[in-house]
């Protein structure tokens, strides 16, 4: 047992020093959020007092509240279509075992590894096209076709994991293939909802290359938007950034702390296969 816990060490000290790498922007945002801007100390330092007029000048003055509201919706949305969308897609993906669905999951696979980036221009163009820019359900159309294959790819696996003999059994009491993904398969993949919409979620949250160039009005700015507010070309205002930014990750860490126990349940059984 002993030299177990010795082969065991180095893992221990792995995750220790990933989790400090981790932890440290976070305490940075923190430390800067309630410091006064005129106070110079070392940013390794935390205050011992709290200043809290920087979350007010977040809150207030650079339209925080109205990027809340605008981020809250958008993610909102984008979360529900890619939940039950990417869960509908998956389900004959996993359960047709045909060459056609096996070049289908490639493709969405493939899909996964392209970087957003890489067609952000003919994006912008197509969406300025149809009306998209400055648009809710453009943003939301753009996060949910990027979001869609990580979706569909978890819930494949998953689905994949559940006996058929339940469906089945469903068939056999009458329920058409519709009813039986509602009634039977759906209320099955509660792990896996609760890892896509981690994942896909704190994705569309913290998105910026989309929002930067599809919502360019003010009105419908969202987060990262409001927090790139307080940087120019010729000021920085740091500590009004960290408080933006403190309340912009405070909706995550809630998320994830009412749902962690499903996300990593739901990240192994997807894993399985």
């Not at 989790?19 to 006064?36: E, N, R, T, W």
């Not at 045909?98 to 980036?117: D, E, R, Y």
Request: aromatic share 14%; proline share 5%; charged share 10%.
């Amino acid at each position: 047992m002993q030299n177990k816990k010795k082969s065991n060490l180095w893992k221990y000290c792995l995750a220790i020093f990933i989790v400090f790498i981790h932890i440290i922007p976070i305490y940075m945002v923190i430390g800067l959020a309630f410091k006064s801007p005129y106070d110079h100390s070392s940013r390794w330092v935390l205050p011992g007092y709290f200043y809290l007029k920087n979350i007010y000048t977040a809150l207030n003055k650079s339209g925080m509240l109205l990027a809340l509201k605008n981020t809250i919706l958008i993610t909102g949305l984008s979360i529900i279509l890619i939940v039950v969308i990417g869960a509908m897609a998956a389900y004959p993906i996993s359960r047709n075992k045909s060459k056609l669905n096996k070049w289908i999951k490639g493709f969405i696979m493939g899909v996964m590894m392209i970087p957003p980036l890489s067609i952000l221009v003919p994006l912008y163009s197509f969406m300025a096209d149809v009306g998209g820019i400055n648009t809710y359900w453009g943003i939301i159309v753009a996060l949910v076709t990027f979001q869609l294959p990580t979706s569909i790819f978890l819930y494949a696996n998953f689905i994949s994991t559940i006996p058929v003999a339940l469906e089945e059994a469903a068939a056999i009491d009458g329920c058409g293939p519709i009813q039986t993904f509602f009634r039977i398969i759906m209320p099955q993949l509660k792990p896996v909802t609760a890892s896509v919409i981690i994942i896909t979620g704190v994705f569309c949250w913290n998105n910026y290359q989309f929002a930067l160039y599809l919502l360019q009005s003010p009105k419908v700015k969202t987060v990262t938007l409001a927090i790139a507010g307080f940087f120019s070309a010729d000021a920085a205002n740091m500590n009004g950034a960290a408080a933006a930014a403190f309340i912009g990750i405070l909706p995550v860490i809630v998320l994830f702390l009412f749902l962690q126990k499903y996300f990593i349940q739901g990240m192994v059984d997807s894993a399985v296969k």
